[in-house]
């Protein structure tokens, strides 16, 4: 079966430094893997999504992600953060096999924090 | 840009009672799903909704639940006798076509306590 991991149940950043947020995945075939954030009280917005091609893909809010098949990583990156990216992200991989399933497995989610 | 709409934000219900979700998708989407969040764990796929037919459940999805889609417009989630371990956040997500590759739009999601 799918799983997704996000190691990081917290991470703290300062205003203006760089992000990595990991996430790495077990799937058996091509995954479709997803970047959402959910900030307090909203509900869940795409940042970003992999499906096939470039392994960089860049997404909305000045955010990125790279595919790793080797690692089975997908780490979302943000070069240079700002106090409005405070927010829980998460990490997900479609479960469509082509059989009719498209439901998403999400991972945990990190709790980022951006202090001044 | 469109929404999807979730109503109520928070709900309270006794254990055993029947509470119904509701959600209005994006006029023009097809696909329709339900998920949930038990506070401090993942988010979780409930069931898939397309062609006015469940198209895929997961095994959380027994049966105490139910969805419908009884206007055209609003796509419901029912919890005929709800339990402690029901309470969660449920959200509601659409899409135009079939998601694997192109996500999904979320609600805001219904915060559901059984009490």
């Known amino acids: 079966a799918q799983s997704v991991t996000q190691p990081d149940i917290h991470i703290t950043v300062s205003e203006g430094a760089s992000l990595e947020l990991r996430c790495n995945y077990s799937?058996?075939?091509?995954?479709?893997l997803f970047w959402y954030v959910q900030s307090p009280g909203q509900g869940l917005q795409l940042l970003l999504k992999?499906?096939?091609?470039?392994?960089l893909v860049q997404g909305i809010k000045g955010f990125e992600a790279e595919f790793k098949r080797s690692q089975s990583s997908f780490n979302l990156r943000k070069p240079s953060v700002h106090w409005s990216d405070a927010a829980e992200y998460f990490c997900?991989?479609?479960?469509?096999?082509?059989?009719?399933?498209?439901?998403?497995?999400f991972g945990k989610g990190t709790h980022l924090i951006i202090q001044p | 840009e469109p929404e999807v709409t979730q109503t109520p934000s928070h709900q309270v219900t006794q254990m055993g009672q029947e509470v119904i979700l509701r959600c209005v998708p994006i006029s023009n989407h097809l696909y329709f799903y339900w998920y949930r969040q038990i506070l401090g764990q993942k988010v979780e796929f409930l069931v898939s909704?397309?062609?006015?037919?469940?198209?895929?459940k997961s095994e959380i999805f027994d049966d105490q639940f139910s969805v419908e889609r009884p206007d055209g417009s609003n796509f419901t989630l029912k919890i005929r006798s709800t339990k402690l371990e029901d309470s969660a956040m449920y959200f509601c997500?659409?899409?135009?076509?079939?998601?694997?590759?192109?996500?999904?739009?979320f609600g805001s999601g219904t915060r559901l306590t059984v009490v």
């Open positions: 992999y499906f096939s091609g470039d392994t």
């Open positions: 997500a659409s899409s135009e076509i079939r998601p694997f590759a192109y996500g999904y739009t």
């Open positions: 909704f397309y062609n006015n037919e469940i198209s895929e």
């Open positions: 997900a991989v479609s479960t469509y096999s082509g059989g009719g399933a498209d439901g998403l497995t």
């Open positions: 799937y058996g075939a091509t995954p479709y």
